[in-house]
């Protein structure tokens, strides 16, 4: 099981919650999947990619997006700066690697795997989707996170 965080400690209105979370979605699909990912700076070429999941044995990169219900463009960029800097660091590397993109809420995930260009993209590129469940608690928060956040543009 993953550790759980302290999900009380967190500023108001701000995305650390969401960002706290990636080790946690990591975990999870480590569980999943079998894999041994976990946080790392990468250094290609001269350049450091900073990537919430690697497993370079397996020569897996993940990147984690864990925003639950409506997708704002904003965070739509995020994902696809995500996947560009995937297929970047395998072009680089120049060895096949498994790409993942990674989320918390399969409505989220749907949205990536639509008839949008930059789904059509992410098959290209062969960018796999995943899921994995967190508690309801860790659920709660992040809503309270996002309605902080809102108040904040009213």
Not at 36 to 59: E, F, S
Request: charged residues 30%.
């Amino acid at each position: 099981m993953a550790k759980e965080k302290n999900i009380d400690t967190v500023s108001r209105g701000s995305s650390t919650f969401n960002t706290e979370l990636d080790p946690v979605a990591i975990d999870l699909l480590n569980q999943k999947l079998g894999y041994k990912l976990k946080p790392a700076p990468i250094k290609v070429k001269g350049a450091t990619i900073q990537v919430d999941g690697y497993d370079p044995d397996k020569n897996i990169i993940c990147e984690v997006y864990c925003g639950i219900d409506e997708v704002k463009p904003g965070q739509v960029r995020k994902v696809i700066t995500d996947a560009f800097k995937m297929i970047a660091f395998e072009k680089v590397s120049k060895k096949p690697c498994t790409k993942i993109l990674l989320f918390v809420d399969e409505t989220v995930m749907k949205r990536f795997q639509s008839k949008s260009w930059y789904s059509m993209a992410f098959k290209e590129f062969g960018i796999e989707t995943e899921v994995v469940p967190i508690s309801e608690k860790e659920i709660a928060a992040l809503k309270a996170t996002k309605e902080r956040q809102g108040a904040h543009f009213k």
